[in-house]
């Protein structure tokens, strides 16, 4: 499975962005796709999820505001932000889950900075 995450960039507090994930290679063994984030000198953290059968899972502090859906059974998935808050600033990973495995596919980050 390889995973192409794009979409980041700088904006102001208040505004949107939409980052996309595009899946490719071994998609039917996907059973969960994720957004996580790391901002400076913390910890990776789970943002928003979407499972297979289209169940979703968000982090406390980004529910309401972002919204993670998907292009296709698993070909892509989207993580639309608004009300974006300088604390979401952090690099953005999109991930892949393969049940079947237990492995955990990466791709590479993408930069989110809200300036304030």
């Known amino acids: 499975v390889q995973l192409q995450a794009s979409g980041g960039g700088l904006v102001q507090a208040g505004g949107s962005l939409r980052l996309s994930c595009a899946a490719s290679?071994?998609?039917?063994?996907?059973?969960?796709m994720a957004w996580y984030r790391q901002a400076p000198g913390k910890q990776r953290e789970l943002v928003a999820a979407?499972?297979?059968?289209?169940?979703?899972n968000y982090a406390g502090s980004v529910k309401g505001r972002f919204t993670i859906s998907r292009d296709g059974p698993k070909n892509t998935v989207y993580l639309q932000m608004n009300s974006l808050k300088s604390e979401d600033t952090a690099v953005y990973y999109c991930?892949?889950?393969?049940?079947?495995?237990?492995?955990?596919?990466w791709g590479q980050g993408t930069l989110v900075t809200v300036s304030s």
């Open positions: 290679g071994s998609i039917d063994s996907i059973n969960i």
């Open positions: 979407i499972a297979s059968g289209g169940s979703t």
């Open positions: 991930a892949a889950n393969v049940e079947a495995s237990l492995t955990v596919y």
